[in-house]
T-cell receptor, first 114, second 112 residues
Framework: GENVEQHPSTLSVQEGDSAVIKCTYS??????FPWYKQELGKGPQLIID?????GEKKDQRIAVTLNKTAKHFSLHITETQPEDSAVYFC?????????????FGKGTKLSVKP | DGGITQSPKYLFRKEGQNVTLSCEQN?????MYWYRQDPGQGLRLIYY???????QKGDIAEGYSVSREKKESFPLTVTSAQKNPTAFYLC???????????FGPGTRLLVL
């Protein structure tokens, strides 16, 4: 089945710098890759997603890139702000298993220092 | 106001006690999911249901049970067989034919 690895587990940046979080997946059949942001004590919120038919997607300060050949995808946050501090999860759909299920990485705790 | 609601926000369980966590959605979503979240472990799938009156075990179903009698409701029971129930429990739902899962606010379960 699908396996998703996420790095780094913690990331600390200065306000205004960029942050990059990387994930790798194992099942080449996976074709949907969402990213979630989870603030302390709350449920994860979808911030951006990408499908395997595109290589990059942007939404204001957030972008996701996908390399299908290497089976990895990355979240890029530019001009970071203190409110970006949270735990970020990547996921891949378990296409080879039960369709509609997501396999999650273990999360990256991002701290943005003012 | 559409969305996914979970109750209670905090729940305390005594030894040997079964407790039930509520998850309700008014998004008309077909599939519903329960995840367990522990520090550093990410999200682990407990049970999921694609349609009413049907559900499947996830990766860590032992010590848990669910029911799906109504489309909008997917309660999770943490039984006394679950020896380490302290965790943050998240419910999610998804519309059939779409990939995105939407999460509720979570319930934190603590053992007394």
């Amino acid at each position: 089945g699908e396996n998703v690895e996420q790095h780094p587990s913690t990331l600390s940046v200065q306000e205004g710098d960029s942050a990059v979080i990387k994930c790798t997946y194992s099942d080449s059949a996976s074709n949907y890759f969402p990213w979630y942001k989870q603030e302390l004590g709350k449920g994860p919120q979808l911030i951006i997603d990408i499908r395997s038919n595109v290589g990059e997607k942007k939404d204001q300060r957030i972008a996701v890139t996908l390399n299908k050949t290497a089976k990895h995808f990355s979240l890029h946050i530019t001009e970071t702000q203190p409110e970006d501090s949270a735990v970020y999860f990547c996921a891949a759909n378990n296409y080879g298993g039960s369709q509609g299920n997501l396999i999650f990485g273990k999360g990256t705790k991002l701290s943005v220092k003012p | 106001d559409g969305g996914i609601t979970q109750s209670p926000k905090y729940l305390f369980r005594k030894e040997g006690q079964n407790v039930t966590l509520s998850c309700e959605q008014n998004l008309n979503h077909d599939a519903m999911y329960w995840y367990r979240q522990d520090p550093g472990q990410g999200l682990r799938l407990i049970y999921y249901s694609q349609i009413v009156n049907d559900f499947q075990k996830g990766d860590i179903a032992e010590g848990y049970s669910v029911s799906r009698e109504k489309k909008e409701s997917f309660p999770l029971t943490v039984t006394s067989a679950q020896k380490n129930p302290t965790a943050f429990y998240l419910c999610a739902s998804r519309l059939a034919g779409e990939e995105t899962q939407y999460f509720g606010p979570g319930t934190r379960l603590l053992v007394l």
